[in-house]
């Protein structure tokens, strides 16, 4: 009975969830403990819902289980202490730490590796690019050009003939000489003006500048003494945008014309003061462009944008009379420039708003055939081209035998004006820019051997005629340089020649180059490839060879 009543008191027990426990229990229990509390817990709570006998057999296979836990808890980093909270092994953390810093530094070594090789792969493309770039450049620069011939001119046998009283004309053969035109350097800059400057002319003997400008006025200039000479208001009510002494007229009279449409005269007193201006034309659009007739102190022509060409006589008491209205089929076209040719002067040329320059001449101007023109010249690649290419300056040479044609975001074309109608150019002139504003080209020297032209990039270009090379790249103006203006050579001024430059912007000073080659530097290079890409662009690569 005792044992039956001991045995429904531990089921009594069990049932309302106690655990009484004999000494051997209690000794494996402590056991346990020491091993670790969490399995003691374990153990009782194990021992409380299941209610099963506490034997010997069961104490042993309890505590192999605690040893495999303890065992088990010895790899663990994590521990419980006799408080019932979890402490770190910094070792394992310091172990972990440094398994993690390494992977992060093979994984920085290896994105350097893979950043390192993109960077080999885009400077190898990037360097064919350039090369590719260079070549095109070089071919395009290079294209539709002749070997730099040699100097025709030799200054140590020219000076030895000059000494020896049998060359005449040694400074008239040395102006045309390409080794001076490689020297040429900025002497000084005149100011005066408060506008742009979009005009400079000569006197015939050299002496005076005439120069016009934004400002509306007319400075004349004694260039040697860098000063003016006389100054005066032109009488325009916009841009003036040409002033030119009368040939054989005692540097009296100056004719201008100006975005107004106007053109005007100024009588030049010999004290040096403007007696007035009056005016003689009127045109329904800006007249850019003035021609006179060599040795004519009374008559000259003008062109304006309402496609007029007027006939101008001082003598006449309406000195003005419309001598052709330049059309293509029945569309006028404006005009931006006009020049009459030195060797035939009824005959002369003009260009503007489309790509043809049209030669006419006055004795032969009947508007109801061919709209009254003589011949028509364009390169061929412009004539059906989408382009619209227009022409803002063109120039015949000292003897009328070749015509020069600056289109804009395009190149420079000579044409031999004794060629018949439609002929193709002869020469191109590659290098300058000619978009922002209507720029200007000219012959340079006596027998025009060069070509000079300004350009929106601020330089002057040189190129000789024969060959195309360019000979002479100077800086002119950041602003951009509108024209060039090659003065007379005269054996009584000290310097052999002189060129002039128009600057767009008076405020900034003119800076000089170091003579030389244009093709030489990296200057002259980003100019040229900036012009090319340029009109790659804008002209569908239209002016590439």
């Not at 003035?290 to 001082?314: H, R, W």
């Not at 060797?343 to 006419?360: E, K």
């Not at 059906?384 to 420079?412: F, Q, R």
């Amino acid at each position: 009975m005792s044992d039956k009543g001991s045995s429904m008191e531990g089921k009594t027990d069990i049932v309302n969830g106690s655990l009484s426990s004999s000494p051997e229990e209690m000794s494996a229990e402590e056991g346990r403990e020491t091993s670790s509390g969490i399995e003691v817990e374990a153990s009782d709570l194990s021992l409380s819902l299941t209610g099963d006998d506490v034997g010997p057999n069961r104490t042993s296979t309890e505590s192999r289980d605690t040893d495999t836990e303890s065992s088990g808890e010895e790899k663990d980093s994590d521990s419980m202490d006799d408080t019932g909270h979890y402490s770190i092994n910094e070792e394992n953390r310091a172990l972990d730490r440094s398994h993690s810093e390494e992977e992060e530094e093979e994984e920085e070594e290896e994105e350097e590796q893979r950043s390192h090789r993109r960077a080999q792969r885009k400077r190898a493309n990037h360097d064919q690019d350039s090369l590719d770039n260079e070549q095109a450049l070089e071919d395009w620069v290079s294209s539709e050009t002749t070997a730099l011939p040699q100097p025709r001119w030799q200054a140590v046998h020219a000076l030895r003939e000059r000494e020896l009283g049998s060359s005449a004309r040694f400074v008239y053969e040395a102006c045309g000489a390409r080794v001076f035109v490689q020297r040429f350097r900025l002497q000084h800059g005149l100011e005066g003006h408060m506008g742009c400057v979009n005009t400079l002319h000569f006197n015939q003997r050299g002496t005076w500048l005439a120069s016009g400008s934004d400002d509306l006025k007319v400075v004349v200039w004694d260039w040697v003494r860098r000063q003016p000479v006389l100054e005066f208001e032109s009488g325009h009510k916009s841009n003036v945008f040409q002033a030119k002494f009368l040939p054989n007229s005692g540097d009296s009279t100056l004719a201008m014309c100006a975005r107004d449409g106007q053109v005007r005269v100024a009588e030049l007193s010999a004290t040096q003061c403007c007696k007035n201006t009056k005016r003689v034309a009127q045109h329904k659009g800006a007249s850019h462009k003035l021609a006179l007739e060599p040795d004519s102190p009374c008559t000259f022509l003008s062109a304006g944008e309402d496609a007029v060409v007027f006939t101008i006589d001082l003598r006449q008491d309406r000195p003005a009379s419309k001598l052709v209205v330049t059309k293509e089929k029945e569309k006028k076209v404006g005009l931006y420039t006009i020049y009459v040719n030195p060797a035939n002067t009824y005959q002369f040329a003009v260009g503007g708003r489309d790509q043809f320059v049209r030669i006419y001449d006055q004795r032969k101007i009947d508007e109801n055939e061919n709209n009254g023109v003589l011949k028509k010249f364009c390169p061929h690649h412009l004539v059906n081209s989408e382009s619209k290419a227009n022409i803002t300056c063109l120039v015949y040479s000292h003897d009328g035998s070749e015509l020069l044609a600056s289109y804009n975001d395009e190149d420079i074309y000579l044409f031999n004006s004794a060629h018949s109608d439609g002929a193709e150019y002869i020469k191109r002139y590659k290098g300058h820019r000619n978009n922002a504003t209507v720029k200007g080209v000219n012959f340079y020297g006596p027998k025009s051997e060069f070509v000079v032209s300004g350009s929106d990039c601020g330089h002057i270009f040189l190129w000789e005629k024969s060959s195309c090379q360019i000979v002479q790249f100077m800086e002119g103006d950041k602003g951009g340089v509108v024209s060039p203006r090659a003065g007379p050579c005269h054996l009584q001024l000290p310097p052999l020649f002189r060129v002039f430059f128009f600057c767009q912007n008076p405020d900034r000073e003119p800076a000089g180059a170091p003579a030389g080659g244009a093709g030489e530097g990296h200057g002259a290079s980003r100019v040229f490839w900036g012009t090319k890409s340029h009109r790659d662009v804008t002209e569908g690569g239209l002016g590439t060879s």
